[in-house]
């Protein structure tokens, strides 16, 4: 019965998402969409179990502590877009401006790392499910799909490919949505029937948890690609629409949590397929249907940056690297990251790269509010930008793989 009811959920939701007119032609759905999926793609399944193996019963609050610094950031990119943008590539605030550009190198930089991390994740999750346990293959097929990428992004450019994301977006969220219903039916029944405990789990953290924890930013990373729509959607769309994605995807992760803990166990946090196997108990369709999310969702992902730092790329150097040529350096660059790191040790890299990248941003927008002299509560915002960039540098500074 309810894996009938997880597939129905799954179908229905995701075709509405692909299909309907509605929302196709609604460029706010468009401009919450795109930070949402990136978001909830960024590293939503592998989440319950690092989190478990970390701070054990705690996950939802450590999560909680990750969101409302994201959202914090996300508050200082939103001020960016809307102070910021109007006097950028220009000779205003010259400080502001070089901070801008080394934010941008930065930010290609911290992409060559999330996509060797998504497909890392991908190649992870298809052996997962192959039932082979193969660091050679899971390079192997990851570097097989790096180069079927880099090809196609030389050859023809990225564009057909860009165009199966609409689809993988609705299929991850669909199936986080029956995920989200199989998970409450799952935990009432437990209440009925007076089954449900939390486990036996130590929630005790140190110093290293704390690290381990600021190594796990990247899963709720994907918001600041707003920053980068102007061309699309104008700043007020994209303030608002950031934000809607940033609190939606709060809600949907904690929820997510919540539902996830009375699956904890120990021996968790090393494994990011462990979602696979922590939901076999709730449903029998569960595991592959997850799989089969996670290997498009992590597909689309990646596709998405490859095409979003070869047009940096080719932004940063004015043309002189043609974007074709940028895709082939990033095709070098995420082969050899692939052969070097292990999916555990490229999260903490990815995480600590797009801190380093919301630094710049944090002191962006300190720099600019600085200048602003009739900015309302300018005082107060300078020491909240200030404090934030000192979070984020913490977070590159100290952030480490789990296990």
């Known amino acids: 019965m309810l894996n009938g009811v997880i597939l129905v959920v799954a179908l229905l939701l995701g075709a509405y998402l692909a299909f309907s007119k509605r929302l196709a032609g609604s460029s706010n759905w468009q401009a919450t969409v795109t930070p949402l999926a990136s978001i909830m793609g960024s590293g939503f399944l592998v989440s319950a179990p ?22 914090l950031v996300g508050g200082a990119i939103r001020f960016n877009i809307q102070h910021f943008e109007p006097i950028e590539n220009t ?33 992870a999750f298809l052996l997962k499910i192959l039932h ?9 097929i990851t570097t097989a799909l790096l180069v079927m990428i880099g090809v196609v992004g030389m050859w023809r450019g990225l564009q057909e490919l860009a165009a199966i994301e609409k689809y993988a977006v609705a299929l991850n ?105 922590m939901t076999r108990p709730v449903a029998a369709i569960l595991p592959a249907l997850l799989a ?26 004015q043309k002189k690297l043609p974007v074709r040529h940028a895709y082939l350096l990033i095709l070098l660059v995420t082969v050899a990251l692939t052969w070097v790191t292990d999916v555990n040790a490229i999260i903490a890299y990815a995480s600590r790269a797009f801190a380093l990248f919301y630094m710049f941003q944090c002191v962006v927008a300190f720099l600019v509010a600085r200048e602003l002299e009739d900015l309302s509560h300018r005082v107060p915002k300078l ?21």
């Open 50 to 71: 690092l989190l478990a193996g970390i701070v054990g019963n705690l996950a939802v609050f450590a999560m909680g502590v990750l969101l409302l610094l994201a959202y």
């Open 132 to 140: 082979v346990d193969s660091p050679l293959w899971a390079n192997v």
């Open 91 to 123: 000779k205003q605030n010259k400080h502001a401006q070089d901070t801008a550009f080394l934010s941008r190198i930065v930010l290609v930089g911290a992409y060559f790392i999330s996509i060797t991390y998504y497909l890392q994740l991908l190649a």
């Open 292 to 317: 089969v999310a996670a290997i498009g969702s992590q597909f689309s992902a990646a596709v998405a940056d490859d095409s979003g730092a070869g047009g940096l790329l080719e932004d940063i150097t």
């Open 383 to 403: 020491v909240h930008y200030a404090f934030l960039a000192f979070m984020c540098f913490l977070v590159f500074a100290i952030g480490v793989p789990s296990g």
């Open 173 to 277: 969220l669909g199936m986080i949505g029956a995920l989200l219903v199989a998970l409450l039916i799952y935990n009432v029944k437990l209440l009925i029937g007076g089954d449900w405990a939390l486990p036996a789990l130590s929630s005790a953290i140190d110093f290293h948890d704390v690290r381990v924890l600021f190594g796990l930013l990247i899963v709720v990373q994907g918001f600041e690609i707003s920053r980068y729509l102007g061309d699309e959607y104008p700043a007020k769309q994209r303030i608002a629409t950031m934000r809607a994605a940033q609190l939606l995807s709060a809600a949907i992760y904690a929820v997510f949590l919540a539902l996830t803990t009375v699956l904890f166990r120990k021996g968790l946090g090393a494994d990011v397929t462990a979602i696979i196997d």
